[in-house]
Each structure stands twice: as structure tokens, then as C-alpha cells.
């Protein structure tokens, strides 16, 4: 079966912005099905007419399949409160986004009407849960059989199972007590309003390995997490269970029966816990506004947040010199690191890894270097070593080396390459070949230009005697310098022209061509360079910091040069390999600049073969923002206000982010994803009404602007009664807010679906800028 085409939403929604849509139904709900077709023959066209001998039957059972008991492990792309985190949640409804938008439609509930969800997200404490001990969300690991097996206590579905289930199979399942499960279960008609599809442009998101189409399915709350009283210093723990409601349709009622059990088995697809705190602590904006504070709280300044270890020293006049020259360099990047001569000395040399806080001057020596101790530097006046592109040169090669399927596309390369030289050179030199006009001389050439003279004639005539003695041609005087001749043969343009020219379309040059610049694409975006090559010092990168860079263009070309080194056994290979480099380096480059937009399954703008190598910048995070909001949007523009592309954009571990932006930007948002963001209430349980009518004047709201700081709604008004936490009440606040929105906009708005509703109670997601000084370097 072919995979569905992508949905126009991930490219065609301006970035930022989303489009709510009540669900995502499918053509039939997983489930078992059988077609059946009859046939009759009659005596006429009458449908009265006599049916003549028996009714034809034929029958087709089939099955819609559809998760059930489980869901994929990658099914989950954000969660909201994050996972394990602390902050002030208290007004936020919990909330789940998951990648497939149709998943909660997919299973029907019995006695309900299309469009309801057969998922809930429940909101628990400790108290509230049966069993599950060992594990800190409370579920209980164990078989189908086990789960669905009778008991006195516990209540169970009635879950028809699929035909591909088997009681063996695993599942997870949690335990609540009856009347917990009464009080803040959903009732089965509002069920619809606690889930709803939402479509985003994913291009500033991390790619995580997702099937990213642009729409997401949210499932929602009804209950707002448990905190502790005001003023109270103590954190309050909030479970929330992603369960199954198929088979408890007769639960999901004002009076349930619960036939004497005191708990109800549901089937747990998903599990996360958080504290709430009553005061303001890990929130998405305290985060982001502590990356803009030094470790002692201050305010960090523009030249503290570059990627450097800080200075014991300034860098003045009043500086001695010794002291000011180390300050340069820490200033520069640089991280002093122990260094082992190859005589035995120990001492220290400097070291700056690709990313760098100053803007690096390119130099030719890295990409024209064969060895690692080309590339050392020396200080003369302090002494001092700079190791950083002999350090590239070295990882460059270990890499090549660690990577066999890599490794044998490169010598397979070269071998061709040699072997193409070979053939040009003995073209160029023989005399035994005539000139085919201006092109090269071969050996079909000449056998082409035999036929089209008088071969044929000659063969019809009657042999003669010859009459002048035959002597074999005089075989060229070699040149004096064999050596020297094949690399002035190898320098020329001709030769060049034909070697670039077969790069592409190539016998045996193309087949191994395309492997080994995919390899060194990637190389170049750093994907396979260690971590501690990037920041040397974990000081550099502390906890909940961010830091700015440049991209050192001679570091990737040392990289890259200590790659294409391997295998070179002669300096014919190495003279041939710099030559052959160049057009290398230029389509690793290209695939450098689409490789993100290739994993995206998008079309790359095509770059300006003539202009400059754009500079390279970019950006780490190391914060709970990463893993709070691993799909964490990053957004940089350039002095004029475009979009820069992003080249990579990769989780680094689970609190660390890298961006690799192509040029250097104005200014960097980090932000909230938008089908992610929070959804909830403000303080005093009040929610801005938003407009929900195409723009009229006189105020001409877009569709979802707030349509007045002082037109609310008191959402915390519609709770049910009789509950511990505070639980909505959907058939008293439904009404309430079409109601509110009539008078607010002046006019019937018409039924609130739950794409309205999901509209009127979100938080609108929260961002920092960072610009660059004076707004143009970033």
C-alpha cells in the first residue's frame, strides 16, 4: 500500500501561525467489517419479475485494523506539562500532541456519535490510583489476559479484541478507584470537546525522526492539576494517564454502575508525572528567561553569550601582556588543553573547535594540507602551540578510518580516478593514435577515421608488392622527467575540464561519487564529530545556558582534507587527490545545504553556483527547554527580515540542542510549538474571548485575535460539584461561552465545536527574541 501524500499544512501555514480543525475522521473505524453482494436473475426488467433458479451470495469479511491495548513508542510528540518537570501548572490544562492526527478517531465507542474520541487524558494523584507501586506513573505492566481476566474488585472493559490480539500480548494498565474514576472521567457527550486536530509548518522544528505532515491530534484534559494551598511551599505530584475508554461506554455517565467493584481497569497508552508548585519556578518562560542570566543571576550581556570560556583577565591596556594574551585568546574561543610532543615534551597548546565566538578568516593551507602537522601552529613570541586544524585534520581521518562501507566507496573512487588518469595520459602521449580533430586521441577515433577513408576501397583492389621496406613506428623518446611531465599533465586544463566532466557522468567515477559526498555532506553539517571536539570545556556550555557561534570554514576544510587523505600512497595520489578535491568539496557542500530539506522531503532553494560560500552560524541549548519541549520551534531573520534556512537542527542529548543557521542572523526566537502550546486559563480562572467571525468593521479582528483585554470568560465558574480537583463541567460551559461569545461579538456565532473551544482556551505560546548588537549580527 502506498503511504498517504503529505498534508499542505507543514510548508503552506506561515510559520507561527496553526489551523484548528474539530477532528480527523477516517473512512471507516478500526474494527471487523464483512461486504456482502447478492445477485438475482429475473424473467424480465421489472423488479417484480420472477427470480429465476436461486439468489447469488457472495460474502468478504475484513478487518480495519487500529491500535488498541498499545501505541507506538513514537506516537507522542510533546507533552504539556512536561515530563518530570516542576513549575506553577496549576491554571493549565494537561494536554497530549500526538503525530498521527487521526489516531484518537480511529476506534469507535458504542452509543456515541462520530467524531467522539475513544481516548482521555486523565489527571491522578498517588491517592487515587490502585496498585502499580513499582513504577512512578502507577501502571501496571502485564499481558492482555491478565488485564481482561474477571475480578471481584476491579471492574474491566468489555473489549471485543481485535483478531491480531492474543491474551499474550503486552499491554500497560492502571487501576483507579470507582468513585475517583466517577468524579473526573468525562461524561461520553463531552468527550468530542476534549480532543481536536490541529495543523502547524514543522520547518523550524527538529525533525526527531517523525513523519511530519504538518497535523497533529491533541488530546486534552477536563481537569486542572492538584497543587497545594497558597503560600505553601510544597510541591504536589500530578499523574497523567493517556487511557482507553473503549468498553466502559457504560461508565461515562452521571449514575454508573459499577457492579460492587471499587476500582476500574483501563488500559494506560501513555504515562507522564509533574509537580505543580505555587510559585513561579520551571515554567517554558522562567526557563527562557534564566538563559539570559549569568550563573550568579545577573544580567548576561551580548559578549557572554558567545560560545567562549570567560576571562579571569581583561583584555586592556592596563593588562600586562602575558595575561592579555591569554585573555585574547579564551576571548577568541581558544581552550588551553594538554599536549604531548611527538619528542616526548609535555606542555599545553591551544585548541578552538569549529564553532567559534569570533568570525574565523578563512585560510588555503587547510584544504591544501596532507598531514596533521602541517596544520600545527606555533607562536613564536609566546611559544605556545595552536592545534585546532591538525586536531581536524586527525578527526577527519579517524572518522574516514572508523567507517568501513565509507572507507571502500572513497578507495574505490580514487582507484577510478587514477585509472581515468591513466587512460588521458596515455591518450595525450601515444603516437600511435591520430588527432581527432581537437578532442582526445583514441583508439576508436582512429579506427573510425579508417573507415570513412579508403579502408574499403583498398580491401577491393588486388594486393601489390610493396616496394619500399617496412619499418614499425618510432615509439616517442620518453620525457626527461616522468615525474614532472605527469604532474604538468595533471595541472592542465584540459585535464581538469575531463576529470570534473567525468565526476559526474563518469564510467566507475559517478557510482562511487554520489556515496562519498553524501558522507562528507553530512561531515560538514558535524554530525559525526564528537561533542568534546565542539566544546572542549564543558564551562563553555554550562546547565541552562545558550550560546551563539560562528562556523570556521578552515576547520571543515582541515576535516574534511584529513578524510580525503586516507589511502594516498604516492604523491602522484596526493597531487591527483587536490585536484579532484575541489570538485568534492563543492558537492559536499551542495548536499550540506540540502540535507535538511531533503530529510523534510522538500525541494532546497538552488544555490548561486557563482556567488560567495555563505557564512555559517549557529546556536547550542543546553536547557530543560529542550527536554520540556523537545519539539522546541527556532526561528532566525536576517537584517532585512527573512527567513534564514536552517541546515540542521538536531537533538545533541536530551537538554542539548544545535542550530546550524545558513548565514548570520538579526535576531533568534525560541518559542513554544505551535500544536503544542499550553491550553488553559489565566490567573482568577478568566480566559480572553478571541473573534471568531471573518474580519468586520470597525475593529476588523482576524479570526483569533483577542477581541478585548477586559472581554473575558470565567471558566473556573463551570466545575462539577462534589469533586475533590477541579473538574469541568462541559454541559454548563459550552453553553455559557456561546452564550458570552453572542454578546461579545455582537451576533450569533453559531455552535461551538472542538476546534472553538480548543481556540478560546488556549495560552497563546510564549517566545524570546535575541538580537544581535544593533539588530544586525546575531
Given at each position: 500500500m502506498s503511504p498517504s501524500p503529505q498534508h499542505p499544512a507543514r510548508d503552506t501555514i506561515p510559520l507561527g501561525d496553526i489551523e484548528l480543525h474539530d477532528n480527523y475522521l477516517p473512512a471507516l473505524p478500526a474494527g471487523d467489517y464483512r461486504a456482502e453482494v447478492t445477485h438475482a436473475l429475473r424473467t424480465g426488467q421489472d423488479d417484480h419479475?420472477?427470480?429465476?433458479?436461486?439468489?447469488?451470495?457472495?460474502?468478504?469479511?475484513?478487518?480495519?485494523?487500529?491500535?488498541?491495548?498499545?501505541?507506538?513508542?513514537?506516537?507522542?510528540?510533546?507533552?504539556?506539562?512536561?515530563?518530570?518537570?516542576?513549575?506553577?501548572?496549576?491554571?493549565?490544562?494537561?494536554?497530549?500532541?500526538?503525530?498521527?492526527?487521526?489516531?484518537?478517531?480511529?476506534r469507535a465507542l458504542e452509543g456515541a456519535p462520530p467524531g467522539t474520541p475513544w481516548l482521555a487524558l486523565l489527571v491522578l494523584t498517588d491517592d487515587q490510583l490502585v496498585g502499580g507501586t513499582d513504577a512512578p506513573t502507577r501502571t501496571i505492566s502485564g499481558t492482555v489476559g491478565q488485564f481482561l481476566a474477571?475480578?471481584?474488585?476491579?471492574?474491566?472493559?468489555?473489549?471485543?479484541?481485535?483478531?491480531?490480539?492474543?491474551?499474550?500480548?503486552?499491554?500497560?494498565y492502571i487501576q483507579v478507584a470507582a468513585t475517583e474514576f466517577h468524579a473526573i472521567a468525562p461524561r461520553l457527550d463531552e468527550l468530542r470537546f476534549l480532543a481536536h486536530c490541529r495543523g502547524a509548518n514543522t520547518g523550524d522544528r527538529p525533525i526527531l525522526g517523525l513523519q511530519e505532515d504538518g497535523l497533529f491530534a491533541v488530546v486534552v484534559a477536563s481537569r486542572f492539576p492538584a497543587d497545594a494551598p497558597p503560600g505553601s511551599t510544597t510541591v504536589t505530584k500530578n499523574i497523567v494517564h493517556l487511557v482507553s475508554l473503549e468498553g466502559h461506554e457504560k461508565l461515562l455517565v452521571d449514575d454508573p454502575n459499577f457492579q460492587g467493584r471499587t476500582s476500574v481497569a483501563l488500559l494506560s497508552l501513555a504515562s507522564w508525572s509533574f509537580w505543580a508548585y505555587p510559585d513561579l519556578q520551571a515554567d517554558f518562560a522562567d526557563l527562557a528567561e534564566g538563559l539570559t542570566r549569568t550563573p550568579d543571576g545577573a544580567q548576561a550581556g551580548r559578549e557572554e553569550m558567545w560560545l567562549r570560556l570567560a576571562s579571569p583577565y581583561p583584555d586592556g591596556d592596563a593588562t600586562p601582556a602575558p595575561q592579555r594574551h591569554v585573555a585574547r585568546r579564551l576571548n577568541d574561543g581558544y581552550v588551553p588543553l594538554p599536549y604531548l610532543t611527538r619528542s616526548g615534551e609535555s606542555t599545553y597548546g591551544w585548541y578552538r573547535g569549529p564553532l567559534t565566538p569570533v568570525l574565523p578568516v578563512a585560510t588555503a593551507a587547510a584544504a591544501q594540507a596532507t598531514t596533521a602537522d602541517a596544520l600545527i601552529g606555533y607562536d613564536l613570541a609566546w611559544g605556545g602551540f595552536d592545534l585546532s586544524l591538525a586536531t581536524a585534520f586527525e578527526t577527519g581521518r579517524a572518522l574516514a578510518l572508523a567507517d568501513a562501507a565509507f572507507g571502500q566507496h572513497l578507495l574505490a573512487f580514487?582507484?577510478?580516478?587514477?585509472?581515468?588518469?591513466?587512460?588521458?595520459?596515455?591518450?595525450?602521449?601515444?603516437?600511435?593514435?591520430?588527432?581527432?580533430?581537437?578532442?582526445?586521441?583514441?583508439?576508436?577515433?582512429?579506427?573510425?577515421?579508417?573507415?570513412?577513408?579508403?579502408?574499403?576501397?583498398?580491401?577491393?583492389?588486388?594486393?601489390?608488392?610493396?616496394?619500399?621496406?617496412?619499418?614499425?613506428?618510432?615509439?616517442?623518446a620518453p620525457p626527461a622527467d616522468p615525474a614532472q611531465a605527469l604532474e604538468d599533465f595533471l595541472r592542465s586544463d584540459t585535464t581538469r575540464a575531463t576529470l570534473t566532466e567525468a565526476l559526474a557522468d563518469g564510467d566507475g567515477l559517478?557510482?562511487?561519487?554520489?556515496?562519498?559526498?553524501?558522507?562528507?555532506?553530512?561531515?560538514?553539517?558535524?554530525?559525526?564529530?564528537?561533542?568534546?571536539?565542539?566544546?572542549?570545556?564543558?564551562?563553555?556550555?554550562?546547565k541552562e545556558s545558550l550560546r551563539f557561534f560562528h562556523l570556521d570554514p578552515s576547520w571543515l576544510d582541515a576535516l574534511v582534507s584529513g578524510t580525503l587523505g586516507i589511502g594516498a600512497q604516492s604523491s602522484r595520489d596526493t597531487l591527483q587527490g587536490q585536484f579532484v578535491a575541489a570538485s568534492v568539496r563543492a558537492a559536499a557542500a551542495r548536499v550540506a545545504a540540502a540535507h535538511r530539506a531533503t530529510l523534510r522531503g522538500t525541494t532546497p532553494d538552488d544555490p548561486d553556483p557563482g556567488g560567495a560560500a555563505p557564512e555559517v552560524s549557529g546556536l547550542l541549548l543546553r536547557s530543560a527547554l529542550v527536554s520540556g519541549w523537545p519539539n522546541l520551534a527556532?526561528?532566525?531573520?536576517?537584517?532585512?527580515?527573512?527567513?534564514?534556512?536552517?541546515l540542521r537542527m538536531d537533538h545533541l542529548a536530551p537538554n542539548v540542542l544545535l542550530c546550524?543557521?545558513?548565514?548570520?542572523?538579526?535576531?533568534?526566537?525560541?518559542?513554544?510549538?505551535?500544536?503544542?502550546?499550553?491550553?488553559?486559563?489565566?490567573?482568577?480562572?478568566?480566559?480572553?474571548?478571541?473573534?471568531?467571525?471573518?474580519?468586520?468593521?470597525?475593529?476588523?479582528?482576524?479570526?483569533?485575535?483577542?477581541?478585548?483585554?477586559?472581554?473575558?470568560?470565567?471558566?473556573?465558574?463551570?466545575?462539577?460539584?462534589?469533586?475533590?480537583?477541579?473538574?469541568?463541567?462541559?454541559?454548563?460551559?459550552?453553553?455559557?461561552?456561546?452564550?458570552?461569545?453572542?454578546?461579545?461579538?455582537?451576533?450569533?456565532?453559531?455552535?461551538?465545536?472542538?476546534?472553538?473551544?480548543?481556540?478560546?482556551?488556549?495560552?497563546?505560546?510564549?517566545?524570546?527574541?535575541?538580537t544581535g548588537p544593533d539588530g544586525d549580527r546575531g
Open positions: 419479475a420472477p427470480v429465476v433458479g436461486d439468489t447469488f451470495t457472495a460474502t468478504q469479511s475484513f478487518t480495519v485494523r487500529g491500535p488498541q491495548v498499545t501505541i507506538d513508542t513514537g506516537a507522542v510528540v510533546a507533552r504539556q506539562p512536561p515530563d518530570a518537570s516542576t513549575g506553577r501548572f496549576a491554571e493549565v490544562l494537561p494536554h497530549v500532541v500526538l503525530g498521527d492526527p487521526m489516531l484518537p478517531w480511529e474477571s475480578d471481584a474488585a476491579v471492574l474491566k472493559p468489555e473489549l471485543k479484541l481485535e483478531a491480531d490480539l492474543g491474551d499474550a500480548d503486552p499491554c500497560a580514487k582507484h577510478a580516478a587514477r585509472n581515468l588518469v591513466d587512460t588521458l595520459y596515455h591518450q595525450a602521449t601515444s603516437n600511435h593514435l591520430p588527432e581527432d580533430g581537437d578532442g582526445p586521441r583514441t583508439a576508436r577515433a582512429a579506427f573510425g577515421a579508417l573507415l570513412d577513408g579508403s579502408l574499403l576501397t583498398t580491401l577491393g583492389t588486388p594486393p601489390g608488392r610493396p616496394t619500399d621496406p617496412w619499418s614499425p613506428p618510432t615509439p616517442a559517478a557510482e562511487h561519487f554520489a556515496p562519498v559526498v553524501q558522507w562528507l555532506g553530512r561531515l560538514m553539517l558535524l554530525y559525526p564529530v564528537p561533542f568534546i571536539h565542539l566544546v572542549p570545556d564543558e564551562r563553555m556550555l554550562p527556532v526561528r532566525a531573520v536576517d537584517p532585512g527580515g527573512a527567513e534564514l534556512p536552517i546550524l543557521f545558513d548565514g548570520l542572523p538579526a535576531m533568534v526566537e525560541l518559542r513554544e510549538p505551535q500544536e503544542g502550546f499550553r491550553f488553559g486559563v489565566e490567573d482568577h480562572g478568566v480566559i480572553p474571548l478571541r473573534n471568531m467571525l471573518p474580519p468586520r468593521p470597525p475593529a476588523n479582528l482576524r479570526l483569533g485575535e483577542q477581541i478585548g483585554t477586559s472581554v473575558t470568560f470565567p471558566v473556573l465558574d463551570h466545575l462539577r460539584t462534589g469533586t475533590s480537583g477541579r473538574v469541568l463541567n462541559l454541559d454548563s460551559l459550552v453553553p455559557a461561552l456561546r452564550a458570552a461569545l453572542d454578546a461579545a461579538h455582537g451576533t450569533t456565532v453559531g455552535p461551538i465545536g472542538p476546534a472553538d473551544l480548543a481556540m478560546q482556551m488556549v495560552k497563546v505560546p510564549e517566545a524570546i527574541h535575541f
